[in-house]
């Protein structure tokens, strides 16, 4: 199958790109820079993979219109997205400026709903689909000074429950993944003392890895998961159990 994965030019998105390309996928691979989303194509051909780079702010509509467009000329409609795109910011609820809020809700969940627009109707028009949203645990409890992010990761987890009603029937499934804290540079760049307070909490004792997230979003879009729609899986090292 044609996969894309936005935000993979790094991080989560990165390892759930290089998963689906062992897994046999070829794999469009989306970062907001192409020198970002080439790094992630090189790593998938060195280990004898298929991919391609696009560069896209999934936040603007003609940037995502042209991306799936020369994705589906390039290989073929996606058949399978993961909205993984994203960034974090940490500050207190009366620190946040509103351009900052609006930035984290037009990446998070403006740019989930375009590239799912984008290729939506392709998939539904073979009868046959898979779209993942990469949330975050903190769009199920919160959290300290990211208002906004977790905000913005409840509404992906909203949109996700939502969609999966309208299009299951129809041969797309859609679910969303909801990682805690993994080693990656959005984690990394949040407070020492965020971070030290966060992994006491977990049961686990550690944070994630990016690979282990991207086995997750391999599972979803296996026959093993063919039960599973409008689901969030959690990876969050028993920080929030369900």
């Not at 936040?59 to 042209?66: C, F, H, P, R, T």
């Not at 993984?84 to 969940?109: L, S």
């Not at 975050?136 to 300290?144: C, R």
């Not at 063919?226 to 959690?234: C, H, P």
Request: glycine letters at 12%; charged letters at 15%.
């Amino acid at each position: 199958m044609i996969a894309l994965v936005t935000g993979a030019g790094s991080g989560i998105g990165a390892a759930i790109a290089r998963r689906l390309a062992a897994d046999g996928h070829k794999v469009a691979v989306n970062d907001l820079t192409i020198d970002a989303a080439d790094q992630t194509v090189a790593q998938i051909t060195a280990a004898g993979g298929q991919a391609r780079a696009y560069a896209a702010d999934v936040s603007n509509e003609d940037q995502v219109n042209a991306m799936v467009a020369g994705i589906t000329a390039d290989m073929a409609a996606p058949e399978i997205l993961v909205n993984n795109a994203g960034f974090g910011h940490q500050a207190r609820f009366t620190d946040i400026e509103p351009a900052m809020f609006d930035k984290i809700f037009a990446v998070h969940v403006r740019g989930n709903y375009l590239c799912t627009r984008a290729c939506l109707p392709a998939m539904l028009a073979k009868g046959q689909g898979h779209i993942v949203n990469i949330a975050s645990q903190l769009g199920q409890v919160g959290g300290v000074e990211l208002v906004h992010y977790a905000g913005a990761k409840a509404a992906v987890i909203g949109m996700t429950k939502s969609l999966a009603r309208e299009v299951s029937d129809k041969g797309v499934r859609v679910n969303a993944v909801a990682p805690g804290p993994i080693n990656t540079p959005l984690v990394e760049a949040l407070s020492e003392d965020w971070k030290a307070a966060k992994r006491a909490e977990l049961p686990l004792g550690r944070f994630g890895q990016s690979d282990e997230v991207g086995g997750v979003v391999a599972f979803l879009i296996s026959d093993d998961a063919a039960l599973f729609v409008g689901q969030t899986l959690g990876p969050n090292s028993g920080d929030v159990m369900l």
